[in-house]
């Protein structure tokens, strides 16, 4: 962890790990709580597994959906891990995402409380880490983890 590089994201959630994992690794789940409201989430593909990979579709009106994330999974550990990257599209080809190529890393752990879930939003140099401060990543991470608890909180 380099704080000079690296957000984190640390919430209780308040429900088992079995749901959380579900929650990232179906896609009918995970398009309900990956893109902040009021935008629209629509899963064009989602292969949960090492090597697999996702892509992503926005809209705001519900009509005209927009690209939002071209990414593959390098670690799918169940119910412990999972680690994606933009910087690899969903078929294994190296990308240049815009607007800057992140790693995310969630990890599960038993909580007392239900679950202790922890993502890590990597970035490859300082700069890259600013204009993704710019564009307010701690907020839409902040927002869409929110989400992901109130979807399956008990």
């Not at 957000?7 to 429900?15: G, H, K, P, S, T």
């Not at 896609?27 to 990956?34: G, S």
Request: proline share 6%; with cysteine; glycine share 6%.
């Amino acid at each position: 962890m380099n704080p000079d590089l690296d957000l984190v994201i640390e919430r209780v959630i308040r429900a088992p790990r079995a749901a959380v994992w579900n929650a990232w690794t179906q896609p009918d789940l995970f398009a309900q709580w990956w893109i902040p409201k009021p935008y629209l989430c629509q899963v064009e593909s989602f292969d949960a597994q090492a090597g697999g990979g996702f892509v992503t579709q926005m809209s705001e009106d519900g009509k005209s959906f927009v690209p939002h994330m071209d990414a593959a999974f390098l670690v799918v550990d169940a119910e412990e891990r999972i680690v994606f990257t933009n910087a690899v599209d969903s078929t294994l080809r190296p990308a240049n995402p815009m607007p800057v190529s992140v790693t995310g890393e969630v990890t599960l752990t038993d909580h007392v409380e239900g679950t202790l879930y922890r993502i890590v939003a990597r970035h490859a140099d300082t700069a890259a880490r600013a204009q993704h401060d710019e564009l307010g990543l701690l907020e839409g991470w902040s927002l869409v983890t929110a989400q992901l608890a109130e979807l399956i909180e008990d």
